[in-house]
């Protein structure tokens, strides 16, 4: 396998993860996104978006991390993403859902792009809209988490899954513009139990050939 | 089962289509996102996000319009939404969340009203940045289904699924801001071909009870 991404990359980040968590090496084809190599014409060949990740196995080329994670998922069931009832798999998902769909697009580096051109927006402003997005999705997973008697150790029960895999590259964005976690002490806590394990520490950004 | 929505919502839209194609009825709960609805506290009790579509089912609130249309799938398999090999699983997930994902959010209704409060956008702004962000996804999109050849008279070969579920309310909100739809046939057509099943028909925005 090998996984085209960048270090800074959340989304690169969940693949990294989830490939850890199953055990999985894959070499790494890292593309500078600020420098803009993935949209180079052989990457986009590869990948139509420009974005990263892409995994490339079996001859195929898979795009989008959720997809990617729930393909690693079918193909390799131990350790599992996703809970075996259809009622609590939806509630695993729904809660990578809201980091995948409702935080991490709008912060994206090609939106971030659009403000600074379009609007004139300076360090400040893209600041305070990078944690505006950020505090409603976390606020909104605080209170599911805290209502939830399926809600452990980690997102759901104790062990990590596939929330878990969105959600901490998320804590770790928050840090960009030093978003206070104090109001999220169930998110903080999953995150650093997280942490604690090798498979997140070393997807981890900074433990990747490609960090500056 | 009872569906939280509102008719204008896409990812309700979503939820709507999966519904009518596994030929599932459940009582509709409008909720008029433009008057704030969705902020009233006994639903926030229902959906911390504030967002609709919720699915209430079997004593659980689903969230997330995919986290829903992938339980309706699971727990009712036929007509099924994705096909059977985890290759071409991953392939339909990728489509769909290139939606889902990489468009929608980003022209979501919260979002825009945060252009106009902070940075004033007008109209013509708004319209910009709205078709800024589907003409970048319809571009990849269309690329890819020309690329492939599981392509066929819908997003993956003869019969509809999650791509398409997550497909055609973008493209009905491509109208909003009329973009020109002329550059993407395939989308087109697929649109087209959708649009003539009852199951996509019925849960257009115009065809809600709470349509204006």
């Not at 989830?18 to 190599?37: I, T």
């Not at 729904?94 to 697009?105: F, G, M, R, T, Y």
């Not at 893209?126 to 209502?147: C, D, K, P, S």
Request: glycine share 8%; proline share 8%; with cysteine.
């Amino acid at each position: 396998m090998k996984l085209h991404g960048y270090f800074r990359s959340s989304a690169a980040f969940r693949v990294r993860i989830a490939l850890n968590l199953k055990g999985l090496g894959a070499e790494s084809v890292p593309h500078h996104l600020r420098h803009g190599e993935q949209r180079a014409p052989e990457y986009l060949c590869l990948n139509p978006q420009g974005f990263v990740p892409a995994l490339e196995t079996g001859g195929a080329v898979l795009r989008q991390s959720l997809s990617i994670i729930e393909y690693l998922d079918e193909t390799r069931p131990t350790p599992p993403f996703l809970p075996a009832a259809p009622l609590d798999r939806a509630h695993v998902r729904s809660l990578a859902l809201v980091v995948a769909c409702d935080i991490h697009p709008i912060n994206n580096l090609r939106v971030l792009k659009y403000l600074r051109r379009e609007f004139g927006a300076d360090e400040t402003v893209i600041g305070a809209w990078y944690n505006h997005w950020i505090g409603e999705g976390f606020q909104a997973l605080e209170v599911i988490l805290q209502g939830d008697a399926r809600t452990g150790a980690f997102c759901y029960g104790d062990a990590p899954g596939l929330a878990d895999i969105c959600l901490i590259p998320q804590v770790v964005n928050a840090a960009n513009y030093k978003l206070d976690l104090t109001p999220y002490p169930l998110i903080s806590g999953i995150f650093d139990r997280c942490m604690a394990l090798p498979a997140f520490a070393g997807a981890h950004p900074s433990a990747q050939a490609d960090a500056e």
